[in-house]
């Protein structure tokens, strides 16, 4: 599944659990690692440029200020590579030390765009970033760079959240989001084989939400007008809604788990599933903070999808608010449904 992982590396606490995480992954897929580490030496050339203007009049001659830019643009980029090179010695040394095969890369540009290009131009097929970077604050939930990644690629994303392949007292566990579509049974694939590489149960979840149409049943009974009041039946929907839909979408979440089961079984994986009835993104953030799964493998995209949807509302909820890993499906090409 994994042959070539992309790291990302920025010196933060969050940087080196991305780093533990995939050196353990390449590990396991016997996959190769690049580290890559993105410096923006333009940036501080701008800011040096808004300082100019506060610098002591001596330094206010043109031909001065161009030398000191100079001066300042050989001094950033020097500092940049030298510490650039110092974080990813690290890496190197890890992967060494575990038997992984590594690379390492220092980028110039944005950090987002940099390494958004590099994952799509590379033969990458996973990239594992920390959830946050250096410029996290107190309430951070996820990081800027990460969010963008997030958006932009099409290959699988791991978000490291902790050191999320420590075997738990029962065992290793990771659980999978299915809604039907073909990106979640692509996930519960790729869950399937991580399970099969970490001997790890999968714990296969599907949320439904009944209450939606009983929500916009009671705000619609007070603007309806008499006489769209009498066609609509309101009551009579709510009838059917309670008796039919409630029921039916149990039963075709019920039926998307048993087909989790039967590809569980032909990948000789243990497998439980659990159906669950509310918000999906908050059940699904729930569901994982009473397993403590390993990981959590959503898909990046859903049923609701569009040709523009860049990343769907409930994986980008369950990044946001889950507080193990994720792992986002790419979706550059979808499985058919199992």
Not at 11 to 19: D, E, M, T
Not at 95 to 100: E, F, I, L, N
Request: with cysteine; glycine share 8%.
């Amino acid at each position: 599944m994994y042959e070539h992982l992309l790291v990302a590396i920025d010196n933060s606490k969050h940087s080196a659990q991305a780093v533990a995480a995939a050196v353990a992954l390449a590990q396991k897929f016997e996959a190769r690692l690049t580290g890559v580490h993105v410096t923006n030496p333009g940036l501080h050339g701008y800011a040096f440029r808004l300082l100019e203007g506060a610098l002591p009049e001596r330094y206010q001659e043109e031909s001065v200020l161009e030398h000191q830019r100079m001066i300042h643009e050989k001094l950033i980029r020097r500092g940049l590579t030298l510490i650039s090179e110092s974080y990813l010695e690290q890496l190197r040394g890890r992967a060494a030390a575990a038997g992984v095969a590594c690379a390492t890369k220092v980028i110039e540009g944005r950090h987002y765009e940099a390494q958004a290009e590099e994952i799509a131009r590379g033969d990458y097929q996973l990239a594992v970033f920390g959830h946050l970077g250096l410029g996290a604050g107190g309430r951070s939930t996820l990081g800027g760079v990460v969010e963008r990644i997030a958006r932009r690629i099409r290959k699988d994303l791991l978000v490291v959240k902790d050191s999320p392949f420590r075997a738990r007292e029962d065992g290793r566990r990771i659980m999978v989001a299915v809604d039907g579509s073909d990106f979640s049974f692509s996930a519960l694939r790729k869950a399937l084989v991580l399970a099969q590489r970490f001997d790890a149960e999968v714990h296969a979840i599907h949320v439904f939400d009944p209450d939606f149409h009983r929500t916009v049943f009671r705000e619609l009974v007070g603007v309806l007008t008499a006489e769209a009041a009498a066609v609509f039946d309101s009551r009579g929907q709510q009838a059917l809604h309670d008796e039919v839909i409630d029921k039916g979408l149990a039963r075709v979440g019920g039926k998307w788990l048993h087909d989790c089961e039967l590809a569980a079984e032909g990948a000789g994986v243990r497998l439980r599933t659990t159906l669950l009835r509310g918000k999906f993104f908050e059940e699904i953030v729930r569901a994982a903070a009473r397993l403590d799964p390993m990981l959590i493998v959503v898909g990046r995209l859903g049923r609701h999808r569009v040709a523009s949807s860049d990343l769907g509302a409930t994986a980008e909820n369950v990044l946001r608010f889950a507080h193990c890993s994720v792992l986002l499906a790419g979706v550059e090409t979808p499985a058919a449904k199992v």
